[in-house]
Every structure is written in structure tokens, then in C-alpha cells.
């Protein structure tokens, strides 16, 4: 079970930091990614780390503001945000995988957590 939180509303050039709690024993063998959707859009991929943290992914759009990391031993994955635009505004979803192949398509991925909303202001 995945649990999200640490969003809000923020202006833009602000930051925000995104955790997923994790349950169950089998964390730190999972890959895990974060997707957003913004209102009327398809959910869409905005990062990816690998089960021993050392590799990571980002979609074009967030690489250089936004950060992913993982804490194995607090079984918790982060997003740390950083120069926020309104573009960034969606709720956002972390998800685990046994695997890693496909990552940036939604359906690759088993485990979702309940999403947390992300609003930044202009």
C-alpha cells in the first residue's frame, strides 16, 4: 500500500517536497515512479528510480527542477520540487513495480497510491 502526501498550494518559483509511504516488506525491491494528471489530461510520467536508488529518469519537463530519492530504510519515496510553475499543477500519484522496463507508460506500473494535490499559483 502506497500513501502520498506533501502537496498544496504554492506560487510559482516555490518548492514542494512529495513522500510516498510505503507498507508491507517489499519495498526496497520495488522501482518507483511518480505520475501526474492535470484536469482533463492523461496521467502522465514525471520521474523514475531504480530498487537501490542509483538510477533515475525524468520527463523533459521537470529534469532540473524536480529531484526523486528514496529512503529504503523508512520505506518512503520523495519528490522534491523545485521552481514550481502553473504547468506543474495536477494531482500526483507515486506507483511501484516489481520490474523496470516500460516505466514511462502508466500501465507498467501495479501499485498506486491515492494521489495528492499539487496547486501553483502564477
Known amino acids: 500500500q502506497l500513501q502520498a502526501s506533501g502537496g498544496g498550494l504554492v506560487q510559482a518559483g516555490g518548492s514542494l517536497r512529495l513522500s510516498c509511504a510505503a507498507s508491507?516488506?517489499?519495498?526496497?525491491?520495488?522501482?518507483m515512479g511518480w505520475f501526474r494528471q492535470a484536469p482533463g489530461k492523461d496521467r502522465e510520467f514525471v520521474a523514475y528510480i531504480n530498487w537501490t536508488g542509483s538510477g533515475t529518469s525524468y520527463a523533459d519537463s521537470v529534469k532540473g527542477r524536480f529531484t526523486i530519492s528514496r529512503d529504503n530504510a523508512k520505506k518512503t519515496l520523495y519528490l522534491q520540487m523545485n521552481s514550481l510553475k502553473p504547468e506543474d499543477t495536477a494531482v500526483y500519484y507515486c506507483?511501484?513495480?516489481?520490474?523496470?522496463?516500460?516505466?514511462?507508460?502508466?500501465?507498467?506500473?501495479?501499485?498506486w497510491g491515492q494521489g495528492t494535490l499539487v496547486t501553483v499559483s502564477s
Open positions: 508491507g516488506h517489499s519495498f526496497r525491491s520495488y522501482s
Open positions: 506507483a511501484g513495480q516489481t520490474g523496470s522496463s516500460g516505466f514511462q507508460s502508466q500501465y507498467a506500473w501495479g501499485y
